[in-house]
Every structure is written in C-alpha cells, then in structure tokens.
C-alpha cells in the first residue's frame, strides 16, 4: 500500500492526495459486505436468477467484481463502451492510482526511477520484476548490445516504401516483418525463446526507428555501434552522416533516456491491450507488437505528441491561446486540445509533472529559445484555469511536454510516436511475457449488443 508519507511528498495536490489514500482504504472495507466478505449478490429481478460474485483484491487499488460466471448465471453479459470500469487481466508490471496522480512500475515510484535509474535498467526491471544486480544488468545491456543488427534483406525493405511514407507506417509494417526472419526457432510457449524475442525487440527497434527517418530524408542507413551506449547509440544511427564526425551531447542523451524511462509502460492502455489481444490468439510477438505499434499511432494515444507540437504551432503566438481554449470547449467543433486529458489521470499526469520540469532545463542547457514553449506554458495556465477544463478533470498528460524537448534535439515531429513505441516495447514485451507465463490465459474476445435488423427472409435481386 502507498504510504500516505509518498504521496504527501509526491502528490502535486498533497493534502487531498492523504486524504482520498484514506478514503480509498475506508471505501475498500466498505464495499465488501459484513456477512459475505468476499462476494456481491446480484439480483434479476426480472428472472429470479441471481449470481454471487467474488470480490477480487490486487496489492493495491479498490477490489474488482469478478463477474466470469455472470452469463452462465443470468444470462447476462455487461455493457462497457471503452472499459471504464472492466480490469480485462490481472498483471503485476505497472499501477496507477489516477485519483492520487501515482505512477509505480513493479512497485517502484515513476519519480524515483526517473532520478535515479536509466531506460535500459528499467527495461529490465519491467520484463524481470526486479532490479537488476551488476553482473544481471551488464549480462542484459550485452545482450542488448548483440541483437541490434537487423538482417540485410530487411533493410531493403525500405525501399520499398514511397519517399514519403509515415515513419510510424514503416516502423509497424518493419516490426511485423521481423517474425518473417525469426520464426523458425521460435516457440512462443518456451520462456527462453520469449526472452529472446524480448532482447531482440528492445534491441533491434531503434536500428529500425532511425532507419525509419533516414529512409525518409534520403540519407544512408547506420549500422549500430556496439560501442556506445543504448540512447547514444540510437542517436548515432539517427545524425551521423557521412561527411563528418557526430559530436554527442550528454544533455540530448539525458533527456531522450528520461523520456524513454517514462513512456516505458502504462498498464492496460490502448496499445497494451492490444499486445494483449493479439498475444491472446497465440500470435507471435513480432506481430502482437506491430499490433500495439499500430494502436499508438492515433492522436487519442501515442499520436497526441505528433499532433500536440502541430497544434502549438498553429497556435502560432500566446496571443491565439485564449481563442484555442475557447474553441476547444465548443461542443459544435470537434477541435480538441492535444495532450491535455487522460482517461485515468484525474488529478495530474506524474510524468507530465517530470516532463515540464525537464523541458525548461534541456531548453535552457541547449541554449534552445523556443517560442512555442511559451505558447505551451500560456496555454496550461489558460487550461488550468478554466472551468471547463477544471471540472472534467483535464490536465496536460506526459505528451504536452515532450514534443518540445523531441523538437530541441533535432528530432522531427513525424518521430515523435515512433520515440513513443521505442520506449513502449518494453513494456509491451513484458506484458506479452506475462500473458504467457499466467496459468490459465484465454483468448480475448468481447461480447457485443447487436442492434442490427431483427431476422429476415431473403429477398432474390429482381423482387427488391
Ligand atoms: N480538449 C477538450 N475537451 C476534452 C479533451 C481535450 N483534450 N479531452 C477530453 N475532453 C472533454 C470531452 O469532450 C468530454 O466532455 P463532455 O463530458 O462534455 O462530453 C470530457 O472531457 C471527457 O472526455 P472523454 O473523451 O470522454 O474522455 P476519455 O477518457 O474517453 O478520453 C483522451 C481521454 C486522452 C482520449 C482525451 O482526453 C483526449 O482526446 N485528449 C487529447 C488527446 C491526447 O492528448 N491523448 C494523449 C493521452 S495520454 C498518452 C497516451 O495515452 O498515449
């Protein structure tokens, strides 16, 4: 359980934060019932039939209504539009408490990890559940280090694509085709082979990420050296051209492994759940996280990054901001304010909150002026002000920020998701390992209330 000590030192709204942890363990105990502590009763009132639901308890959060025999039991199944209130798995990688603006990765604070923890260490934690001790954590970056090649026929691939293909196109159709190179040997029901799949993913997805935008400005490809280090590598195969040495910079290092520390996992959002979907079917997991690469591409997800550094720029000057807010709060338009809102944060995203910090820092250590940072700072005042806003709980969420600091390090806004699903790999692969190593996983398949036409005959063409 969160200790009301963390949240008082990490909540942005420290009081409420003690409280609601409070209220949160009353609301707890109140729930289960005296007489049966561990299930609810539901009654059918229209049929008699009723059916006993367990009540399932994770570490942390409120307990869960396991509803798994209701449709045996009643007949019914339940009706949740985008599962605001349906847990579709149990896992032990991330928690969030939205309320409280809490974020834990296998139990260890977002902040902590942020200070003090780097994205390849993290990587581990995720995939393993524990930090990892010296001799584990060089035995991994070696790993890592050795799969970062990817076979010389899929590079070609990339000429296939139009010159101006989306990086986020190519980044999925070049995942999906690792499994055309790595099918023989695997066996997605052997933990070694899912380990492997693991190391190769995380390894070989920034080699193909920056082949992704060299293809896309004509330059020739980068091998990975072996030599430095996960980010700079990364980094190597993004800049270096041929014609000159690249000089590294230990602030754009610092920065994009922050960043890629705080979008490695998120729990059971779009893209995750649906890694866990395809997974679900047994699919390997090249083409599960393809899958997931593909989700995160919209504006609603990973998208929002992309969209949210257009949106500043359109806005153009702190003058717009005010009618930006005025249009994004008119039912009429469909005009949104990009990376403001989240569907669990309800209080303030904690790696938004890490996210701004770090943007006026790098800016500054770069010796950046960027105008749209300006723009941004006068639109979250104008956001947070606003009652429209305050009421649904709308508050800038971890993409507000980062396009910015994406933008100082010469990374072009196409990039953005496609840094987004680097990161994220981790925490996709390690929920595909979980879902595999759960007794008893079931392939995933919602129910649906059919509201087409009722039974008919057919009609031959000529008497329509
Ligand atoms: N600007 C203006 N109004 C908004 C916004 C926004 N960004 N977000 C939500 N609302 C309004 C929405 O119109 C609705 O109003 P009403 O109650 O009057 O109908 C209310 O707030 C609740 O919104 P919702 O769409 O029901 O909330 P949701 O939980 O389904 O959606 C969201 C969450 C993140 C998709 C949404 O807030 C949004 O579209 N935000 C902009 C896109 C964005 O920044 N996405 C990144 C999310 S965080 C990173 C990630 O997931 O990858």
């Not at 561990?38 to 994770?58: A, E, F």
């Not at 590294?248 to 059971?268: G, M, R, Y």
């Not at 639109?379 to 009421?391: C, I, S």
Request: aromatic residues 10%.
């Amino acid at each position: 359980m969160l200790s009301p000590a963390y949240c008082a030192k990490h909540s942005p709204r420290r009081p409420t934060c003690r409280s609601r942890w409070f209220q949160a363990v009353t609301n707890q105990m109140k729930e289960i019932p005296v007489s049966d502590p561990k299930t609810v009763k539901l009654l059918d009132g229209s049929s008699n039939r009723s059916s006993d639901l367990p009540l399932i308890s994770g570490t942390l959060g409120p307990a869960c209504i396991d509803i798994g025999t209701l449709y045996k039991d009643t007949g019914h199944f339940t009706y949740d539009p985008g599962y605001g209130s349906t847990a579709s798995t149990k896992s032990a990688i991330t928690y969030i408490d939205g309320d409280a603006g809490v974020l834990l990765y296998r139990g260890y604070p977002i902040e902590q990890l942020a200070e003090h923890s780097s994205f390849l260490e993290v990587a581990y934690l995720l995939l393993n559940g524990e930090l990892p001790d010296k001799p584990q954590f060089d035995r991994f970056e070696h790993q890592i280090t050795h799969h970062t090649m990817i076979h010389e026929a899929q590079r070609n691939f990339f000429h296939g694509f139009h010159y101006d293909a989306h990086p986020m196109a190519m980044l999925a159709a070049s995942v999906a085709s690792l499994s055309a190179f790595y099918h023989d040997d695997l066996d997605v029901d052997d933990p070694e082979d899912r380990k492997m799949a693991a190391v190769r993913l995380i390894a070989k997805m920034p080699t193909i990420a920056a082949a992704c935008y060299r293809y896309s400005i004509g330059w020739p490809f980068r091998y990975p050296r072996n030599n430095l280090e996960y980010v700079d590598r990364f980094l190597h195969m993004m800049f270096e051209v041929p014609s000159e040495p690249l000089k590294l910079s230990p602030v754009a290092t610092k920065a994009l492994d922050l960043l890629f520390i705080l979008h490695a996992d998120h729990e059971q959002n779009a893209s995750t759940s649906t890694v866990r979907l395809v997974g679900s079917t047994g699919a390997n997991p090249y083409a599960s996280i393809a899958a997931g690469i593909t989700a995160l591409w919209g504006p609603a997800h990973g998208g929002a990054n992309e969209a949210v550094l257009k949106q500043l720029e359109e806005i153009g000057t702190p003058d717009k901001v005010a009618s930006a807010v005025l249009r994004a709060k008119d039912k009429s338009d469909s005009f949104r304010l990009m990376g403001f809102g989240h569907r669990v944060y309800k209080n303030f995203d904690p790696r938004a909150k890490i996210i701004r910090e770090m943007c006026h820092k790098v800016l500054a250590e770069l010796g950046v002026n960027d105008p749209l940072l300006e723009v941004a700072m006068r639109l979250e005042e104008a956001a947070l002000k606003d009652d429209y806003f305050v009421e649904r709980k709308l508050y800038p969420n971890v993409d507000f920020y980062s396009g910015i600091i994406y933008k100082a390090l010469n990374i072009p806004a196409e990039m953005f998701t496609v840094m987004f699903a680097i990161a994220r790999t981790a925490g996709w692969i390690a929920h595909w390992i979980e879902q595999h190593e759960t007794s008893g996983s079931r392939i995933g398949r919602p129910r649906q209330i059919y509201t087409g036409a009722d039974v008919r005959d057919y009609v031959p063409a000529g008497r329509r």
